[in-house]
């Protein structure tokens, strides 16, 4: 199982970011996905996840701000993150849920 994460970045406190997660060597489709993110000193937590069906998910924080959307045939999760606030800073991780697979990490800072 492998997966690639495109995107990331620095952005101004209020911008957006999108990124997405490629997977291979997995039956995508059939499988939830969810990103997770670990700041600086801090534990990583669940940002957001999706099902094979479709339905969502949200950490308090980013709810109304975030959205988590995935192409099966393009075998991609995306995270459009909208405005950006620098809490959201943090080493940011595709995962597969029922293979606990993580993918590399995307790195997102948000400056002041």
């Known amino acids: 199982v492998q997966l690639q994460a495109f995107g990331g970045g620095l952005v101004q406190a209020g911008g957006y970011l999108r990124f997405s997660c490629a997977a291979s060597g997995i039956a995508f489709r059939f499988n939830a996905m969810a990103w997770y993110r670990q700041a600086p000193g801090k534990q990583r937590e669940l940002v957001a996840a999706?099902?094979?069906?479709?339905?969502?998910n949200y950490a308090e924080s980013v709810k109304g701000r975030f959205t988590i959307s995935r192409d099966n045939a393009k075998r991609t999760v995306s995270l459009q993150m909208n405005s950006l606030k620098p809490e959201d800073t943090a080493i940011y991780y595709c995962y597969v849920v029922a293979g606990s697979v993580w993918g590399q990490g995307t790195q997102v800072t948000v400056s002041s």
């Open positions: 999706i099902t094979s069906g479709g339905s969502t």
